[in-house]
């Protein structure tokens, strides 16, 4: 099956109609990432510990249409927390999505909320 | 259209085109320049060098067409005859006439040669052209076809009589220096100088006879001796005269200008002479009724002409010419500044001398004790430089003058201070008339960064040469302060070099990134820290990649190599390149049901290739149980120790190449580093393992190992050095380890060795001081962080496989035990291969 950048688009908190319960906070490395699955999408997700905050975006890399995002370091430049891609370590924001290094497509970002031990991620379908 | 007339291209005549070709492009002015020799300006200062190599080209102070590209036309082996200066014209020798605007003369001097009955004699030379050094080198010749040891003596003690006779010691003549005065280079030095310098010199089989006057010249067509009266002769075949210059003068005499008493065309500080539209610079110039020998005060000349004649009328020249030299004679180095030496009265000396090392050196300080007056040193002259900006800008002395010539004998650091604490006015390169803050602008400013392109873009060091440990130094420290802001910084998080973080964190004994951020970085790390901060905690502690695993690269996160669709190859060990048949069908099989593209690497071992992120842990305890282990292709760390074959099959074969190879990759494996490494073993001198292209190698020859570093392929190739030879197999790995160690600690982040030993100041040798001789003391730290290394190895695949944590993190989704199903392969030859990227 062939990714594809259209199935991914921003959700603002506002927009959220489904907080899927994606999985115990245990199951993700601490200052890392991992990817869930909803629907047909692949979310990455990733645990800044340090600051107590989580943010996901789309798992694919939109230079290489690779689903790999969750496998990348994480970090921030200039306060701004982001993700490097394994691939090309191409930089992409975790608040805006926007590609930080060069001038690729920005990629989809997701709200995301923990209660009671459980991750979920905010979608609007 | 204004013509300038130039006569005489020498270096201050060459100096003075090259000051104005810039400045002249289309402003209506036309430069015409007479050279009476048969080639343009040459770098007399340095024409001993022509003994050497007999290349006229390479002293060119610019080649002949450098003059038509600059609108300049250079008219050579024409000698200019007279001036008609009211008619402002100039005849030449072949009696034609050139009408000028401006005349510039720099016709330079001449050898001075004393009124000694018998220098017509065939044999008696004047050191001052290359036609000069070429019939010098004829004659030379024709001594040694006649007889086996031929004598040659230089009249003249001075600079260039020692250089005069460096170079007939260089044409295979037994070198004898005459001086009249009762010491060597009489207007630099003080006697005991003098006296360390002679004793040198004859030490290098220079014979010095002072306080010699010749009263004539022996011989009967062809010099044969030297008569000093009352029956002291000294018996020679040639004699190079080099007594002393006199000013070629002979024009201005053609036209009355005003002439010194004993000669010299007469100047003002507009370089001006007795004719407003006449100029003169150079040796011929005589200004405060000196004429300066030099080429540092010829250039200023130059420059003031320049700006005279295009009224700039401002730059006048300086009342006093500061007459400091410091040069390098026969090897010896040799300095003067300021006021050399002085009665008492005048000042009071500090004198270091020392005859067994043949080091003099003297300073000379004002009754207070506040200001440096001058000085000398002979045999070593490193602070030369910055002891004359001290004097040039009358900076303050420290509290312990002496510290100046002795060293400071308090902890460290030398009693100078850096050059950087220089004003930025101080004229560095004197002959260029360079500032400290030209030099530093060049690189804070302009980006320059070797002393190559710092010379190019100011001319500083294109003179003598003699600022050019100072320029170096100042490069050097101005990049230092970008680098501490720019360079050397790991990342915005951490304000620290590699090598700074790696000592912080041995001495803080840290073992956590988190930890280190807290102590000594700011913010969240990113993709640059964090895997610079993991490779130090492997060099210290031998720590895995499966403890701190987000702080991990890309690929040592899942311990594998991320390829081009997101899946991993898997690469086990194969030391050596030795493999067995049974492992070679246990690859074969894994490989086989994992449904894996195979190939050889380059590293003598097989890639597997393809495999999904979850099948990752289930290979590897196949391949695990048939006694293989990580290979860490996905490591900054020992990739691989290639060999030959070696003597065990090889007829040509010197030693085991095999099993020292295998040796030795069991030794680095699991060590990580600044960069990966690899190593190659060759069993002779035919190098099929392609040792010298790694980052270390050992060739064996006869008598022993043969060992190389700072190899590498890829995007720069580059051949290893050899840091030893012939050495038995326990020192080869010693120093081996040693420099592997030293290249970890000091690194910085995915810097190879190559760049490594190319940035290490002092290069090989240097590293052969540290490894070898132990110059840094820090070899048994070395050997003792190798040796842990070494003994807490342990197969990061097999603690992965046997740790259920660490097994659980190698799935696509943490919420499904689906597969990631975007991945797609293609046929390729009987395997598969990714699908395209679109």
Not at chain 2, 716 to 732: G, I, Y
Request: hydrophobic content about 40%; overall charge negative; aromatic content about 8%.
């Amino acid at each position: 099956m062939i990714a594809h950048l259209n199935v991914y688009e921003t959700v603002s908190p506002n927009e959220v109609k489904v907080w899927f319960k994606a999985a115990p906070i245990s199951k993700f490395p601490k200052n890392g990432g991992a990817c869930i699955k909803y629907k047909d999408k692949q979310i990455a997700v990733f645990n800044f510990t340090r600051e107590g905050s989580w943010y996901a975006c789309q798992n694919l890399c939109p230079h290489k249409m690779e689903m790999v995002l969750s496998r990348g370091m994480i970090g921030e430049e200039h306060m701004e927390p982001k993700v490097a891609c394994p691939l090309h370590k191409n930089t992409f924001s975790l608040k805006t999505g926007e590609n930080l290094n060069g001038s690729l497509d920005a990629i989809a970002t997701y709200p995301v909320k923990t209660e009671n031990g459980f991750v979920y991620v905010g979608f609007s379908e | 259209m204004k013509t300038i007339i130039v006569v005489g291209n020498g270096m201050v005549g060459y100096k003075f085109c090259e000051k104005i070709a810039d400045r002249i492009k289309g402003k209506g002015f036309k430069v015409l320049v007479f050279g009476e020799e048969p080639r343009a300006a040459y770098d007399r200062v340095h024409l001993s060098a022509f003994f050497g190599n007999r290349d006229a080209k390479a002293l060119e102070m610019a080649p002949m067409e450098w003059y038509a590209q600059n609108g300049i036309e250079l008219i050579i082996n024409e000698r200019v005859t007279d001036i008609h200066k009211t008619k402002k014209t100039i005849t030449t020798a072949n009696d034609k006439e050139f009408a000028y605007d401006y005349l510039v003369l720099a016709t330079g001097s001449a050898p001075f040669v004393p009124p000694i009955k018998g220098v017509e004699k065939k044999g008696v030379f004047v050191y001052r052209t290359i036609e000069d050094l070429e019939a010098m080198l004829d004659y030379a010749e024709e001594i040694k076809q006649r007889k086996p040891n031929g004598k040659a003596a230089v009249l003249g003690g001075g600079l260039l009589g020692l250089e005069a006779g460096k170079a007939v010691m260089d044409m295979g003549l037994e070198p004898h220096v005459v001086e009249f005065a009762p010491k060597l280079m009489p207007r630099q030095l003080d006697a005991r100088s003098s006296n360390v310098l002679q004793l040198t010199l004859e030490s290098m089989g220079i014979s010095i006879h002072t306080g010699k006057a010749t009263n004539s010249i022996l011989g009967n067509g062809a010099i044969t001796g030297m008569d000093f009266g009352e029956d002291d002769t000294l018996e020679v075949d040639m004699l190079v005269i080099s007594a002393g210059i006199r000013p070629r003068d002979e024009l201005a005499k053609t036209c009355n200008l005003e002439l010194g008493i004993r000669g010299g065309i007469v100047v003002n500080d507009k370089m001006q002479t007795s004719d407003p539209y006449i100029y003169a610079i150079g040796e011929v110039a005589l200004y405060n009724q000196m004429i300066y020998g030099l080429v540092a005060p010829g250039y200023e000349m130059a420059e003031v002409a320049v700006n005279q004649i295009l009224r700039a009328s401002d730059v006048v020249m300086k009342q006093e010419i500061d007459m400091s030299t410091k040069l390098k004679l026969i090897g010896v180095d040799v300095a003067s500044f300021g006021i050399p030496y002085m009665p008492a009265d005048k000042g009071l000396s500090i004198i270091y001398e020392n005859k067994t090392k043949g080091i003099y050196k003297r300073i000379n300080v004002s009754h207070d004790g506040k200001t440096l007056l001058g000085g000398i040193m002979v045999g070593d002259a490193e602070d030369y430089s910055i002891l004359h900006q001290m004097y040039l800008n009358n900076m303050p002395l420290p509290d312990n003058a002496e510290e100046l010539i002795v060293g400071s004998r308090g902890e460290g650091g030398s009693a100078f201070g850096s050059a950087m604490d220089l004003p930025d006015t101080a004229v560095i390169c004197s002959c260029e008339a360079v500032t400290k803050g030209a030099v530093c602008k060049s690189v804070l400013e302009d980006g320059l960064e070797s002393v190559k392109d710092v010379a190019k873009a100011t001319k500083a060091t294109t003179g003598c040469g003699g600022c050019k440990p100072m320029v170096t130094d100042l490069i050097k420290e101005s990049l230092k302060t970008l680098g501490k802001t720019v360079k050397e910084r790991i990342c915005e998080h951490f304000n620290y070099s590699r090598q700074e973080l790696y000592d912080l964190i041995k001495l803080k004994g840290i073992t956590d990134y988190d930890h280190l951020l807290d102590e000594v970085g700011n913010g969240n790390g990113c993709e640059v820290c964090k895997p610079a901060v993991a490779s130090i905690f492997a060099s210290l502690y031998n720590e895995t990649a499966n403890r701190q695993e987000s702080i991990q690269d890309s690929n040592d996160r899942f311990l594998a190599n991320i390829q081009r669709n997101g899946t991993y190859s898997v690469v086990p060990r194969v030391a050596g390149g030795e493999i067995t048949p049974k492992q070679l069908m246990a690859i074969g099989r894994i490989a086989q049901k994992y449904d894996l593209y195979t190939k050889i690497t380059g590293g003598q071992r097989i890639d597997m290739f393809g495999a999904q992120l979850h099948e990752l842990p289930l290979i590897w305890e196949e391949l695990i149980k048939e006694g293989f282990e990580t290979g860490q292709a996905y490591g900054k760390s020992l990739r691989t120790v290639k060999s030959c074959v070696g003597s065990t099959w090889c007829r040509y074969g010197m030693d085991e190449s095999v099993s020292f190879a295998i040796e030795i990759e069991n030794r680095y494996k699991g060590i990580r580093s600044p960069h990966k490494f690899k190593g190659g073993v060759s069993g002779c001198i035919r190098e099929c393992a392609e040792a010298r292209g790694k980052d270390f190698g050992f060739i064996a020859v006869e008598g022993g190992w043969n060992v190389y570093v700072g190899g590498n392929g890829g995007a720069n190739p580059k051949h290893a050095l050899l840091l030893a030879e012939k050495v038995d197999k326990e020192t080869a790995i010693k120093y081996v380890d040693r420099f592997i160690m030293f290249y970890i600690k000091t690194a910085q982040p995915l810097q190879r060795t190559a760049p490594w030993l190319e940035k290490l100041e002092g290069g090989i040798t240097y590293l052969q001081n540290v490894v070898i001789n132990d110059s840094l003391g820090i070899v048994k730290e070395l050997d003792d962080a190798m040796q842990a290394l070494v003994d807490s190895y342990v197969c990061e695949w097999k603690e992965a496989v046997e740790t259920p944590e660490i097994r659980e993190r190698y799935t696509h989704f943490v919420n499904s035990d689906d597969t990631d199903n975007t991945i797609e392969f293609v046929a390729l030859r009987d395997q598969k291969m990714p699908k395209e990227w679109v």
